[in-house]
């Protein structure tokens, strides 16, 4: 079965930087475009960043563009959100996802549990 589970997020203070891992399993990961979402009490869940299957392509949300950068590490399945001059903005719970086609007309979106980063003075 698929599985993505996050870690690294934290409680960190205005400027701090976090780093976010998901590790992946049950798909080949190497073949597979990495998204991080997050989503806020009350809010949409929105992308945050985007990485291509190979690591060469990324985007990013205008939100975060220029201090968050979305890496992976196909030989172990792990792809990472290094999170830095973090703001209050950016307090959520995020997401590791991943869209697997499943046949010629379907895809599936599997989640990770989310792990928490809350980001106060």
């Known amino acids: 079965q698929v599985q993505l589970v996050e870690s690294g997020g934290d409680l960190v203070q205005p400027g701090g930087s976090l780093r976010l891992s998901c590790a992946a399993s049950?798909?080949?990961?190497?073949?597979?475009?990495m998204n991080w979402y997050r989503q806020a009490p009350g809010k949409e869940r929105d992308l945050v960043a985007t990485?291509?299957?190979?690591?060469?392509?990324?985007k990013y949300a205008d939100s975060v563009k220029g201090r968050f950068t979305i890496s992976r590490d196909n030989a172990n399945n792990t792809v990472y959100l290094q999170m830095n001059s973090l703001k209050t903005e950016d307090t959520a719970g995020y997401y590791c996802?991943?869209?697997?086609?499943?046949?010629?007309?379907?895809?599936?979106?599997?989640w990770g549990q989310g792990t928490q980063v809350t980001v106060s003075s």
């Open positions: 990485i291509s299957s190979g690591g060469g392509s990324t």
């Open positions: 996802n991943v869209r697997l086609r499943i046949d010629w007309s379907t895809s599936r979106d599997y």
């Open positions: 049950g798909f080949s990961f190497s073949h597979n475009d």
